[in-house]
């Protein structure tokens, strides 16, 4: 993170544990915008769909811990945008993560949706390690093959198999 991120971190408000409903608030980018009605085809609870096509983990953790949540799990996808751009999603998958945490919630990581050119593959592993080190749970969102041809986003067959895998995860907390 930047100095004024950092700072910007300090001055950010305090999570603080409000009200937890059984349900799920979804943030990502476009890759995450295209879950939600394919989740709520199997998932019986809430689901927030807090994505934003082109989004990165920098400018999402810039708005979290402003905006009000009531599902008891967070569920970030981020990772994309950021490898496009250069930057190193992980400190802030962290931040978010862990001030969801401090508000009492769940959280689930989901790695980087696998892209045709698999530069992904270092980034989900240390996602992986990242849910690990700070009892999260991890999706494992890498579906070779499926990929549309674009090279980047999913196919119908791979959101699928996606959005099946974030609910997995969601029955494993």
Do not use: C
Request: net charge negative.
């Amino acid at each position: 993170m930047t100095f004024k991120e950092l700072i910007l971190k300090a001055l950010a408000p305090k999570a603080t544990g409000g009200m937890l409903v059984d349900g799920v608030a979804l943030y990502g980018d476009s890759i995450m915008a295209d879950q939600a009605h394919r989740m709520r085809l199997i998932y019986p609870h809430l689901i927030v769909d807090r994505s934003i096509p082109g989004d990165t983990a920098r400018k999402g953790w810039v708005r979290f811990p402003y905006e009000g949540r009531m599902p008891r799990t967070v569920v970030l996808q981020y990772g994309t945008n950021d490898l496009t751009l250069g930057d190193n999603p992980l400190p802030y998958l962290k931040a978010m993560a862990q001030h969801a945490q401090a508000e009492g919630r769940e959280v689930v990581l989901t790695g980087i949706s696998t892209r045709a050119d698999r530069s992904v593959y270092d980034v989900n592993l240390d996602i992986y390690r990242l849910a690990q080190d700070i009892g999260a749970t991890f999706a494992h969102w890498d579906y070779a093959g499926l990929i549309a041809p674009d090279g980047l986003h999913p196919g119908d067959a791979m959101a699928d198999a996606l959005a099946h895998e974030t609910v997995a995860a969601l029955g494993e907390l």
